[in-house]
């Protein structure tokens, strides 16, 4: 089986690193989404969700067999509009977004009663610099010196891609959403509702950054895919 791995907002492809190792291991193909054209270092070069869209999209193109497409987090606004893709088998949403026709980011996001997240001046939204409350929201079981690294290389999301709104394509191919139970990002409350209609509906004990703190859970999970 082939994969093509969607990083979110923030935490580039390299979040799925340890993932990735693992699927490859068992012996699957894997093709990891590097930086969405929304984040970055740069807030003058960033794109929006659009850009994202056809960025994996040109991804998959380039392919030779169909994959199992993964989107986590924002990732999922970014799937989510490739479910009439003709390559692609299966879309697999972990702890993410998967807008209705109309919805953005900013509509179906949870409240936090202390605000992560900051918008800047220059037309970007960033996790707050405090490391132990991003931590304590993203990755709590990731340990404390480990997770400063972690956030450290972090990086800028254009904040238009959080206004913008999923289209709902006709789907073509089966679902699956993994629910990350002890998730502060996006509540399971509201990963509940946004995995209804799914397929498959599968729940992980973990944070929201799953791929960080339980690869191997997710790989094996991720591998019985179909």
């Known amino acids: 089986m082939d994969y093509v791995l969607v990083h979110g907002a923030w935490y580039a492809g390299w979040s799925w ?35 994202d869209v056809a960025h994996v999209r040109e991804v998959i193109d380039g392919l030779v067999r169909d994959v199992v497409l993964v989107g986590h987090s924002y990732g999922g606004m970014v799937i989510a509009e490739l479910a009439g893709h003709p390559h692609v088998r ?14 953005t980011v900013l509509e ?39 997770f400063v690294d972690v956030h450290h290389r972090r990086g800028a999301q254009a904040l238009v891609s959080f206004t913008q709104s999923g289209t709902e394509p ?17 509540f399971p409350v509201d990963q509940e509702k946004m995995a209804d209609g ?13 791929p960080l703190t339980h690869p191997r859970e997710l790989a094996d999970l991720l591998a019985g895919v179909r």
Do not use: M, N, W
Not at 90 to 103: D, E, L, M, N, T
Not at 125 to 141: G, K, N
């Open 108 to 146: 179906i996001r949870s409240p936090h009663p202390i605000e992560f997240l900051v918008p800047h001046d220059d037309g970007t939204i960033r996790v707050v610099d405090d490391s132990a409350l991003a931590r304590d929201v993203l990755a709590v079981d990731i340990d404390e010196s480990a």
């Open 198 to 210: 799914a397929d498959h509906i599968v729940r992980l004990d973990a944070p929201h950054l799953a």
């Open 90 to 103: 299966h879309s697999v949403f972990v702890a993410a977004f998967r807008p209705k026709r109309g919805q």
């Open 17 to 51: 690193q340890q993932v990735a190792d693992t699927l490859r291991a068992q012996g699957h193909g894997v093709h990891v989404v590097e930086q969405l054209p929304s984040g970055g270092a740069d807030p003058t070069k960033l794109g929006d969700l659009p850009a």
């Open 170 to 186: 006709e789907r073509t191919h089966p679902v699956t959403y993994v629910i990350c139970e002890r998730d502060k990002t996006i």
